[in-house]
């Protein structure tokens, strides 16, 4: 960020504020369109648009402070090895139920159960979670201080019994399919009501957006660009271990040259993490167009996609059918994954993952082979994580860009993942909007946005 | 060196003429009021009032209510003059008054303020309403210098003997919402602080506050979490003792609290926020307002409630206005005199007792008010950037500018009350310095009471 833009914020909130804000308006986000309202913050846009619906337990700011919406008090006792989370008082979901600590329990162990990376570190530090009429008390194995910054996970967030109900600051009012999403301030939101009264969210152009997600230094004009740290991996997992490498290279190849056909709007990716932070370099030779088509002419593929990479879908399909090849292209939720993942239905997946520059590169190792390995993980994988934990603590980093790389290796090596693409994201915000923050995952934090305070 | 002794001679020197700028037209207008004095001498309990007030002078209109106001206090100090001052606004050269009370009085004035090459002349008119002519005419002279022009025209209303000045400051707790006090019986001033989730009560003790109790509210489901709390508590002393009424912006109903065998016990609840407790047509009313939920405003309707049996909540009316940022009724001897609102646009509203609207501030300024009875009205300024505390004169239906002071932080609420016998207002404040963020109250008051 350039030094006016810096100057341009306390100048706007000392100059420009009223003392009482105004509360109403709307703010207009252009985002890819979500699935369901089931939480998946697989990419991006998602972990933006679900920041909208639901309440994480905790906030990490960009500058590394830590804050709950939810919790008057939280208390960790060193002697106890318990974190002690009081609830507010008299909380309600966006329908009015009440928001009570029993749905802490729930929500805390349902992310416990997920198959993230995040969720698993956390897993293995808690003994068990009560419930004490307001207060949730978390003991663990072993003392952690560092317990509350587990909590700060994007994907941890506030879920209630009934799907309809919701715990962010806003709820799903409209959804007008391929079109918008209208979302309506929530009156029970546990931070405090917002200014705005409603949020837009657009899958189109149609209607000029106020926040948007592009590469970055664009749109210099009349918007705020915010380096967000964010980028998004693109990987092909084979997730049946009798696979030809013939046919896994030639999926690669084909994906490749669509991202050539397409303009390039990835950027090559070599390693598993990123180029610039990897001790190895992956070089996966593609084939020619000719031997590309002959083997996969005869056979029927059946190439599955999260459903995060929707917006690949058109063009995707365009090219495939100009190739005359014969994939199938099948766009799949993260939910239904896990039920297909022990038959043989999926044997080609293309997914995505989202990364933050800051987090160091082992974790990211970790949360690739731990998240995408999916049946294919194994006692080996699993001893060399216990590895990589061992040599974090060794304190060299020799030793743990070795081990990164072993991680790396096996994983190419033993064909589960092919690196494919990284896209860089900024985060695109009107100049109407001087006093938005966003956070250490690159969320914009929404509740003390106010437009018309001139 | 040679820079700041300049600057500080040049302040030496402002300093000196405007001095003696505020003497010059102090003279006019004393000699006018001493004319007044001796017209009046052997009359007793007379009833007078300015009725028309014209300038054909360079001074602005800032200037001219400077003078008027000053003429009035002078006549106040006299005990045989009853002056009545019913200016509503000095705009375009000449005064608005309301002449709604005209068949009350026996004396009618006219002024008008003249200028020639060098100098400025009042003439003065006095008009028996009862004898139906003119019985004086009189015309006075002075020279008024650059120096005393611009000094009048400087938009500043200080005049020691009307000003507000801060007479207790002290922190509290964060997100004060109101403060309203009452007589104990045993003479002392008990003091009500309203917070979100209880009721602190203190003691006037010489010129601090001594904690004397608290009570917890318990707010029940559904409760609106707010950025930014805002409540009105109202006290009363009803038939059955000591009432209180304590109503905001988080909770969808306001409690009626009751204090029985030394304690405060939950007896009504009502929809909307009681603010103030008025008599129209001999019956008791509380009169309110509902918040939008969780947000900082009132919605666009007045509730009022008969109110002589406080477990009685029958017979509510409700008036439509816009929606607020901030609303009160000025009150003069238990009568409804006025309505002052601060629309969402942060534009202050006068309207009439029968909620006409009289006229609206065309700029942004405000964002809150509070009357205090039917003579004093103050209102926070709407910007952040530097806050201010605006006093106006409303006797009589009008809203003049007669006082204004910078702020060091952004007013949260003002309240009418009384501090060591004076009236004036409550301000809570809310202060930033260095990143911690204090709570201060402040009382401002006119030290003569």
């Not at chain 1, 082979?369 to 990589?388: D, G, H, P, T």
């Not at chain 1, 070795?402 to 693409?421: H, K, M």
């Not at chain 2, 646009?345 to 942004?364: I, R, V």
Request: hydrophobic letters at 40%.
């Amino acid at each position: 960020m350039d030094k006016s833009k810096l100057l341009f914020i306390p100048l706007a909130l000392t100059l420009i504020f009223a003392i009482k804000p105004y509360y109403g308006g709307e703010l207009t986000i252009r985002l890819n369109e979500p699935t369901s309202f089931t939480l998946n913050t697989a990419n991006y846009s998602n972990l933006i648009f679900y920041s909208l619906i639901y309440e994480n337990f905790f906030y990490l700011k960009k500058n590394g402070e830590i804050f709950s919406n939810v919790f008057q008090e939280y208390r960790y006792d060193v002697s106890g090895k318990t974190l002690s989370l009081t609830i507010k008082d008299n909380l309600s979901f966006s329908n009015g139920k009440p928001l009570t600590a029993r749905n802490i329990q729930v929500s805390l162990k349902i992310f416990m159960n997920s198959d993230l990376f995040a969720a698993s570190k956390l897993s293995k530090t808690v003994k068990n979670i009560r419930v004490n009429e307001n207060q949730v008390r978390i003991e663990l194995l072993a003392d952690n201080p560092d317990i509350l910054s587990l909590l700060t996970a994007p994907e941890l967030v506030v879920l209630a019994e009934n799907e309809q109900s919701f715990s962010g600051m806003f709820f799903p009012q409209v959804w007008e399919k391929n079109h918008h999403l209208i979302l309506n301030a929530n009156p029970f939101y546990a931070g405090g009501r917002t200014y705005l009264d409603k949020v837009k969210i657009t899958f189109n152009d149609s209607t000029p957006p106020d926040i948007f997600l592009a590469n970055p230094n664009q749109f210099k004009e009349n918007f705020q660009e915010f380096d967000s740290g964010i980028f998004q991996n693109i990987y092909l997992c084979f997730l049946q271990s009798d696979m030809g490498q013939n046919t896994k290279i030639a999926l690669f190849t084909i994906l490749k040259r669509f991202n050539e056909a397409t303009g390039n709007k990835y950027k090559e990716l070599r390693t598993l993490t990123s180029d610039e932070e990897s001790p190895v370099s992956i070089k996966i030779k593609t084939m020619s167009p000719q031997k590309t088509a002959s083997i996969l002419k005869h056979s029927e593929t059946k190439l599955y996609i999260l459903a995060s990479l929707s917006n690949l879908e058109k063009d995707l399909a365009a090219f495939l059918k100009n190739s005359n090849l014969n994939i199938e292209t099948l766009f799949i939720d993260d939910s239904q994954l896990m039920a297909f993942l022990n038959s043989a239905a999926i044997q080609y997946l293309l997914i995505d993952k989202i990364f933050q520059k800051k987090v160091p590169a082992e974790e990211k190792i970790s949360r690739i082979l731990k998240e995408s390995s999916f049946n294919q993980f194994n006692a080996r994988y699993l001893r060399m994580l216990s590895e990589l934990d061992e040599v974090k603590f060794s304190n060299s980093q020799e030793l743990l860009m070795e081990q990164i790389a072993r991680i790396s290796e096996a994983i190419v090596n033993d064909g589960i993942i092919f690196p494919l693409f990284q896209k860089n994201y900024s985060l695109y915000i009107r100049k109407v909007w001087p006093a938005m923050e966003i956070d250490y995952y690159g969320r914009p934090l929404l509740q003390k946005v106010s437009k018309n305070n001139d | 060196m040679k820079k700041v002794t300049c600057s500080l001679l040049l302040l030496l020197f402002l300093y000196g003429s405007s001095a003696l700028g505020q003497e010059s037209a102090e003279t006019l207008v004393t000699e006018s009021a001493a004319f007044l004095k001796i017209f009046f001498k052997n009359r007793f309990d007379v009833q007078v009032a300015i009725v028309r007030f014209e300038n054909d002078s360079e001074l602005t209109d800032t200037a001219m209510q400077k003078l008027y106001q000053l003429l009035i206090s002078n006549l106040e100090n006299e005990k045989n003059i009853r002056i009545s001052d019913l200016l509503i606004n000095f705009a375009n050269g000449r005064g608005e008054f309301n002449l709604g009370r005209v068949d009350d009085l026996h004396y009618l004035l006219d002024l008008k303020l003249i200028q020639n090459k060098s100098k400025t002349g009042l003439g003065l008119t006095i008009f028996s309403r009862l004898q139906d002519k003119i019985v004086s005419i009189k015309y006075f002279e002075k020279a008024l210098s650059k120096g005393e022009m611009d000094f009048l025209n400087a938009k500043n209303f200080a005049f020691s003997e009307l000003g507000f000045s801060k007479l207790l400051e002290f922190e509290s707790k964060r997100n004060l919402m109101d403060i309203q006090s009452i007589s104990g019986s045993d003479g002392r001033e008990q003091y009500f602080f309203y917070y979100p989730d209880e009721i602190v009560i203190y003691l006037a003790s010489n010129m601090r506050l001594e904690k004397d109790s608290q009570f917890k509210l318990g707010w029940t489901r559904p409760v609106y979490p707010p950025l930014h709390y805002e409540g009105k508590l109202l006290l009363l002393q009803t038939n059955q003792g000591l009432v209180l009424t304590a109503g905001n912006n988080f909770s969808s109903y306001a409690k009626v609290l009751a204090f029985h065998d030394s304690q405060w016990q939950e007896i009504q609840k009502i929809d909307f926020v009681p603010f103030k407790y008025l008599i129209l047509n001999q019956i008791p009313y509380l009169v309110g307002a509902s918040y939008g939920e969780g947000r900082n405003y009132f919605k666009d309707k007045i509730y009022f409630m008969p109110f002589s049996d406080p477990a009685n909540r029958s017979g509510i009316y409700e008036k439509k206005a816009a929606p607020a940022m901030a609303l009160d009724f000025s009150v003069q001897d238990g009568q409804l005199q006025a309505f002052h609102l601060i629309d969402r646009n942060y534009n202050y509203h006068l309207f009439s007792a029968e909620f006409e609207e009289q006229f609206s501030t065309p700029e942004k300024k405000g964002a809150s008010l509070a009357a205090l009875g039917g003579e004093w009205l103050a209102i926070s300024d709407y910007s952040r950037a530097s806050d201010q505390l605006f006093f106006y004169n409303i006797q009589n239906g009008g809203q003049r500018p007669t006082y204004s002071e910078k702020i060091t932080g952004e007013i949260q609420f003002i309240s009418a009350g009384v501090w060591q016998n004076i009236k004036g207002f409550w301000t809570g404040v809310r202060q930033e310095r260095d990143g911690q963020e204090r709570f201060m109250v402040q009382f401002w008051g006119k030290r003569d009471g």
